[in-house]
């Protein structure tokens, strides 16, 4: 079967959530803002560019799939997003509770007012993006590249980080209760009164981090 292309699409009925499985589909730089996109299957689709701010993409199977400077701001993104390309993608105030982003690309990516609660991160690329102020409890960040990512007030509580690269982060004011650091790399991190109250430090390095009145089990980093 050849692959759908927007102009053999019935847009209208995409929209309205009565196409269910769209393999190869190339809908870069559409319209498809509000969409009623729920439990659609994407596989191979290209959605470079697209709009699907405000999209119900609840429970959708996009893995692997190019989102490269898509919106999705005020999305219902909890969906499987597994490899997927979100390079550049503006996730302002999209719903990502529980979405699966296990090896995705987030470089670039714009966050804001959203949440990334319960949300699997594990290998994923976040690399210097702006994650102030995040919801992040609970999130599964095992494995992954948060180097250089600005996390200042962020809440990562219960957060599994082990074997993650923090490395240059700033963790300023970060909630990290309970969250789990073994094997983390935090070299050059900024953990200025970071609350790490019952947090697991096991092999954690932290080579030129600032720890000054880091919160921790048995008091006050200096």
């Known amino acids: ?24 589909v190339d809908l870069t730089d559409e319209d498809l803002s509000g969409a009623m996109l729920a439990g659609v299957h994407w596989p191979g689709a290209k959605l470079a560019g697209a709009n699907l701010s405000h999209a119900n993409l609840n429970q959708a199977h996009l893995e692997g799939v190019n989102l490269m400077g898509a919106s999705l701001v005020g999305a219902d993104g909890r969906a499987n997003l597994w490899g997927a390309n979100l390079m550049q993608c503006d996730l302002s105030g999209a719903d990502l509770r529980g979405a699966n982003l296990r090896g995705a690309n987030l470089m670039g990516a714009r966050f804001g007012g959203g949440s990334l609660a319960g949300a699997f991160l594990s290998g ?56 789990n650091l073994a094997g983390a790399s935090l070299t050059g991190a900024n953990l200025l009164c970071a609350d790490l109250t019952q947090a697991r430090l096991g092999g954690v390095l932290t080579t030129g981090a600032c720890l000054m009145g880091t919160l921790l089990d048995n008091g006050l980093a200096p």
């Not at 600005?150 to 490395?167: I, P, V």
């Open 1 to 24: 079967m050849a692959p759908f292309t927007a102009d053999s699409l019935d847009l209208l009925a995409l929209k309205a959530g009565q196409l269910r499985r769209l393999p190869g």
């Open 124 to 179: 994923c690329t976040l690399t210097g993006v702006n994650l102030q102020g995040g919801d992040l409890r609970g999130v599964d960040l095992r494995g992954a590249n948060l180097s250089e990512v600005n996390l200042r007030g962020a809440d990562l509580s219960g957060a599994d980080l082990s074997g993650a690269r923090l490395d240059n982060a700033n963790l300023e004011e970060a909630d990290l209760r309970q969250a």
